[in-house]
């Protein structure tokens, strides 16, 4: 044969398929998923009955972890020793475990996340109730099996007498399962179980009168009763884990946070950290010192604060942006008949009662067949002292030991079992004392056989043993409830006030949209002046708002999109530098142009609205409150026709007149109650019927008939009216003449169209930008006052080829400190 036909041919998708299906049952059946009865992983079963087997019990000295380690991985575990270590060192942690199973002497590590010792350093016994997880295991309760190797037999299960996997919990993961059973308390899951014993049929509902929900080591508080239900009744859930805290008052004023106890798998030194960088990148305002103050008494975290400071809208910022507050997900997940499982807690529970039912009655069998055993012989051993002096006469006789046990059995009719005890009778024992001693062991024998067969009888009985021995362990290892439950989700909510310090700032907008926010100090240093802020060449400021670092920007695009910008967002520049392009801010579209920008506190503000004006005479009102969201993206605003755009967004309380402006010099007066209140996308009402070559380039806010109404065309030239000219009508018509332009070929033009237009009841300073870059300083002072036909004045000579591309009134800054 040659050596290719020794070989078959295989498909590769088949090979790795298969070898990936071996591996994935390993890993779940034998090394990251718990058995549902005795909730131990298979490494940590063979440490503790490895520890057992060699006699490192409570009782006895403390040993050596290294020499534990080599047994285990010896004998059962023929894996790497950091594995079998790292079982070890976890069972041994009372912050990961309700109830430790490894009693540990030396460094075991520490809720920092500080590793434990290496195994040559430390030292371990069982713990107390380890030995209850093993109790009865040579009473033959649980099956054994050949280890890796045939030299030795394992047990495949603990006869685990308390509910192991409740009590302490797991967490693992394997190929396509992971699970996450959180610790509970010992006296509740043994209370369910005894009233799931004695009602089978109990709803899932009155199992949680007795467990309330986990109770983690570290204590903390759990909320979210409804997440612990939907756990208890699927296998899946999510609560949430909160830090116990308490606000603490201190001399001169100051307050400082305490915590006193941390979510579950919190490690204590990153949470602390984590705090300390808030402090240190001043992410909240208030922070004075971040301490870890934990020792003998226990976990101690104290956050001091500085005077005057929120301390709860602080410690509402901590919870949300730290580990004070996590979230946890139950998945229930254990080995049933060497299958992974998802369960409910009744079918957990369950589970266990079964695998307490097989352990007392392969125990009560065992110790049945001892006595039957004994009492057998006793019953032997009663009858030849009644009738000893034959049986003495009948050894006598005999030629040897073997001739002697036959006579024995043949004269008397002992059976062979009985006859071997004879002989091997001492000779004190046939005092009268002892005679009497045999027979009252004989009653009693007679008496717990009885007992035994009785509880092998009756499903009552073999119950009864089961919650006595239960009733045993919570007396004696049951400890008070650690964590505490609530039953509603707590909503965190942090005010800006926490995380942004109260700050009167500058923020400017350029026309080429540049923005910066810049301190009213550096504005100051910098000469106070407009002309003095930092732009780009041929760039210029279009808008200066003062606001506060606590209110928001409502900033409003021609497309009729809106976004809602934090004010302490906008990043700081002094006032001589150029600030960042608004698109690295807000996600602007390259196409699109801000029209407004108005500040807002609150967008709970009464009776305020956004009144909407596009270029195509459209006008909408909407209710300030609509416009509040949470989206850091564009917004839809209003509703557009085809080719129309939002010329101006503006603030009202609807008790003023609107009028309108257009660039052919029209005009329109109407009330603003005219425009009902609309939703946020609607598309608004007509405001004025323009012709077809024209377009609305103003909106202005009036009031009774008091100031002027100034316009301004391309050429430069402008004028003002009184306003008691320009009479309210209803909105929609075509309205009057605001503006005449000059026509002919001997006249002088004064414009083609209308720039710009500003309601004024004071001298308003303008500046005007021609296409050349070059600009115009005036004041509507300088207009004349006519007649709304009139043809104004030439404010800014930009010659016969030049013409104003934009308009912009300067600021009046108020007094820092105003």
Same mark, same amino acid.
């Given at each position: 044969?040659?050596?290719?036909?020794?070989?078959?041919?295989?498909?590769?998708?088949?090979?790795?398929?298969?070898?990936?299906?071996?591996?994935?049952?390993?890993?779940?059946?034998?090394?990251?998923?718990?058995?549902?009865?005795?909730?131990?992983?298979?490494?940590?079963?063979?440490?503790?009955?490895?520890?057992?087997?060699?006699?490192?019990?409570?009782?006895?000295?403390?040993?050596?972890?290294?020499?534990?380690?080599?047994?285990?991985?010896?004998?059962?575990?023929?894996?790497?020793?950091?594995?079998?270590?790292?079982?070890?060192?976890?069972?041994?942690?009372?912050?990961?475990?309700?109830?430790?199973?490894?009693?540990?002497?030396?460094?075991?590590?520490?809720?920092?996340?500080?590793?434990?010792?290496?195994?040559?350093?430390?030292?371990?016994?069982?713990?107390?109730?380890?030995?209850?997880?093993?109790?009865?295991?040579?009473?033959?309760?649980?099956?054994?099996?050949?280890?890796?190797?045939?030299?030795?037999?394992?047990?495949?299960?603990?006869?685990?007498?308390?509910?192991?996997?409740?009590?302490?919990?797991?967490?693992?993961?394997?190929?396509?399962f992971a699970t996450e059973i959180p610790p509970h308390n010992l006296r509740e899951v043994i209370d369910a179980c005894i009233a799931l014993m004695q009602k089978p049929e109990i709803?899932?509902?009155?199992?949680?009168?007795?467990?309330?929900?986990?109770?983690?080591?570290?204590?903390?508080?759990?909320?979210?009763?409804?997440?612990?239900?939907?756990?208890?009744?699927?296998?899946?859930?999510?609560?949430?884990?909160?830090?116990?805290?308490?606000?603490?008052?201190?001399?001169?004023?100051?307050?400082?946070?305490?915590?006193?106890?941390?979510?579950?798998?919190?490690?204590?030194?990153?949470?602390?950290?984590?705090?300390?960088?808030?402090?240190?990148?001043?992410?909240?305002?208030?922070?004075?010192?971040?301490?870890?103050?934990?020792?003998?008494?226990?976990?101690?975290?104290?956050?001091?604060?500085?005077?005057?400071?929120?301390?709860?809208?602080?410690?509402?910022?901590?919870?949300?942006?730290?580990?004070?507050?996590?979230?946890?997900?139950?998945?229930?997940?254990?080995?049933?008949?060497?299958?992974?499982?998802?369960?409910?807690?009744?079918?957990?529970?369950?589970?266990?009662?079964?695998?307490?039912?097989?352990?007392?009655?392969? #125990?009560?069998?065992?110790?049945? +067949?001892?006595? /039957?055993?004994?009492?057998?012989? !006793? =019953?032997?051993? @009663?009858? *030849?002292?009644?009738?000893?002096?034959?049986?003495?006469?009948?050894?006598?006789?005999?030629?040897?030991?073997?001739?002697?046990?036959?006579?024995?059995?043949?004269?008397?009719?002992?059976?062979?079992?009985?006859?071997?005890?004879?002989?091997?009778?001492?000779?004190?024992?046939?005092?009268?004392?002892?005679?009497?001693?045999?027979?009252?062991?004989?009653?009693?024998?007679?008496?717990?056989?009885?007992?035994?067969?009785?509880?092998?009888?009756?499903?009552?009985?073999?119950?009864?043993?089961?919650?006595?021995?239960?009733?045993?362990?919570?007396?004696?290892?049951?400890?008070? #409830?650690?964590?505490?439950?609530? +039953?509603?989700? /707590?909503?965190?909510?942090?005010? !800006? =006030?926490?995380? @942004?310090? *109260?700050?009167?700032?500058?923020?400017?907008?350029?026309?080429?949209?540049?923005?910066?926010?810049?301190?009213r100090m550096s504005f100051t240093r910098s000469g106070g002046e407009l002309d003095s802020s930092g732009v780009k060449e041929g760039d210029y400021i279009t808008r200066v708002l003062?606001?506060?670092?606590?209110?928001?920007?409502?900033?409003?695009?021609?497309?009729?999109?809106?976004?809602?910008?934090?004010?302490?967002?906008?990043?700081?520049?002094?006032?001589?530098?150029?600030?960042?392009?608004?698109?690295?801010?807000?996600?602007?579209?390259?196409?699109?142009?801000?029209?407004?920008?108005?500040?807002?506190?609150?967008?709970? +503000?009464?009776r305020q609205s956004l009144v909407f004006v596009t270029a195509k005479g459209q006008v909408k009102r909407s209710e300030l409150k609509d416009y509040e969201t949470k989206r850091s993206?564009?917004?839809?605003?209003?509703?557009?026709?085809?080719?129309?755009?939002?010329?101006?967004?503006?603030?009202?309380?609807?008790?003023?007149?609107?009028?309108?402006?257009?660039?052919?010099?029209?005009?329109?007066?109407?009330?603003?109650?005219?425009?009902?209140?609309?939703?946020?996308?609607?598309?608004?009402?007509?405001?004025?019927?323009?012709?077809?070559?024209?377009?609305?380039?103003?909106?202005?806010?009036?009031?009774?008939?008091?100031?002027?109404?100034?316009?301004?065309?391309?050429?430069?030239?402008?004028?003002?009216?009184?306003?008691?000219?320009?009479?309210?009508?209803?909105?929609?018509?075509?309205?009057?003449?605001?503006?005449?332009?000059?026509?002919?070929?001997?006249?002088?033009?004064?414009?083609?169209?209308?720039?710009?237009?500003?309601?004024?009841?004071?001298?308003?300073?303008?500046?005007?930008?021609?296409?050349?870059?070059?600009?115009?300083?005036?004041?509507?002072?300088?207009?004349?006052?006519?007649?709304?036909?009139?043809?104004?004045?030439?404010?800014?000579?930009?010659?016969?080829?030049?013409?104003?591309?934009?308009?912009?009134?300067?600021?009046?800054?108020?007094?820092?400190?105003?």
């Open positions: 044969m040659s050596l290719s036909e020794q070989f078959l041919p295989a498909f590769l998708e088949e090979v790795v398929g298969d070898r990936f299906g071996r591996y994935s049952k390993y890993i779940i059946q034998d090394r990251a998923i718990p058995d549902v009865r005795d909730g131990l992983k298979p490494v940590q079963r063979r440490i503790l009955y490895a520890m057992y087997d060699s006699g490192n019990t409570p009782d006895k000295p403390y040993r050596k972890s290294a020499k534990t380690v080599g047994d285990v991985m010896g004998n059962y575990h023929p894996h790497g020793d950091s594995s079998i270590y790292e079982g070890m060192v976890r069972m041994a942690q009372p912050w990961k475990m309700g109830h430790v199973l490894v009693d540990g002497h030396g460094n075991w590590g520490s809720q920092d996340d500080d590793p434990a010792a290496a195994m040559r350093y430390t030292e371990a016994r069982l713990s107390p109730i380890a030995m209850e997880l093993l109790r009865d295991i040579e009473k033959r309760t649980v099956l054994f099996k050949d280890n890796f190797d045939n030299t030795a037999k394992e047990p495949v299960v603990l006869p685990s007498r308390y509910p192991n996997l409740l009590v302490n919990g797991t967490s693992g993961i394997s190929a396509g709803e899932l509902s009155e199992i949680m009168t007795f467990i309330k929900g986990p109770d983690f080591p570290t204590g903390g508080i759990i909320m979210g009763q409804s997440g612990i239900e939907d756990a208890y009744q699927t296998g899946k859930g999510r609560v949430y884990l909160r830090s116990l805290t308490e606000i603490e008052s201190l001399r001169g004023g100051k307050q400082q946070i305490v915590i006193k106890e941390i979510p579950f798998q919190v490690v204590k030194a990153r949470l602390v950290t984590a705090m300390e960088n808030i402090r240190l990148e001043k992410k909240v305002e208030g922070i004075a010192e971040v301490r870890d103050e934990s020792g003998r008494e226990g976990l101690r975290i104290v956050v001091e604060l500085k005077k005057d400071a929120d301390a709860n809208g602080i410690l509402a910022y901590l919870l949300k942006k730290t580990d004070l507050q996590v979230n946890y997900n139950f998945n229930m997940v254990a080995i049933v008949n060497k299958a992974p499982q998802q369960l409910g807690l009744k079918d957990m529970l369950q589970a266990y009662i079964d695998h307490q039912r097989e352990v007392v009655t392969h #125990r009560t069998q065992f110790e049945l +067949e001892k006595a /039957e055993d004994r009492s057998h012989v !006793l =019953e032997g051993l @009663v009858k *030849a002292l009644n009738i000893l002096d034959e049986v003495i006469a009948a050894i006598k006789a005999s030629k040897n030991r073997q001739d002697a046990q036959n006579n024995l059995q043949w004269m008397f009719g002992f059976t062979e079992r009985q006859a071997d005890s004879i002989l091997t009778l001492q000779l004190y024992r046939l005092t009268n004392l002892e005679i009497h001693s045999l027979q009252k062991e004989l009653d009693e024998l007679e008496k717990k056989i009885d007992t035994l067969r009785g509880i092998l009888n009756s499903d009552k009985k073999l119950i009864q043993v089961i919650r006595k021995e239960l009733m045993e362990i919570r007396e004696k290892y049951g400890i008070e #409830r650690r964590a505490k439950i609530q +039953e509603e989700v /707590e909503e965190i909510k942090v005010n !800006l =006030e926490v995380m @942004v310090a *109260a700050e009167d700032v500058l923020v400017t907008l350029s026309k080429d949209g540049y923005v910066k926010r810049t301190s003062e606001v506060n670092t606590l209110q928001n920007l409502l900033i409003f695009t021609q497309r009729g999109q809106y976004f809602v910008l934090p004010v302490h967002q906008i990043p700081e520049y002094k006032w001589k530098e150029a600030g960042t392009a608004i698109v690295n801010v807000i996600q602007l579209a390259k196409e699109d142009q801000i029209v407004s920008v108005i500040p807002i506190s609150s967008f709970e +503000e009464a993206g564009a917004v839809a605003a209003v509703k557009l026709g085809a080719e129309d755009k939002v010329i101006s967004v503006s603030m009202s309380q609807g008790n003023q007149d609107l009028v309108l402006i257009t660039a052919a010099g029209m005009s329109i007066r109407f009330q603003e109650s005219e425009v009902n209140p609309m939703g946020r996308v609607s598309g608004g009402v007509k405001g004025i019927q323009l012709r077809e070559d024209d377009q609305v380039i103003a909106a202005l806010w009036v009031t009774e008939d008091e100031g002027e109404i100034f316009v301004i065309s391309d050429l430069g030239y402008g004028k003002r009216s009184l306003l008691a000219d320009y009479l309210a009508q209803s909105r929609g018509g075509k309205g009057i003449v605001t503006f005449e332009f000059k026509e002919g070929k001997r006249v002088k033009p004064n414009g083609s169209r209308l720039i710009g237009a500003y309601y004024c009841k004071e001298p308003l300073s303008l500046t005007a930008y021609a296409q050349d870059n070059s600009l115009y300083h005036f004041s509507t002072e300088q207009a004349p006052i006519g007649d709304r036909k009139s043809i104004g004045k030439l404010l800014a000579d930009v010659g016969r080829k030049g013409e104003l591309k934009d308009i912009i009134q300067q600021p009046v800054f108020k007094t820092p400190g105003m």
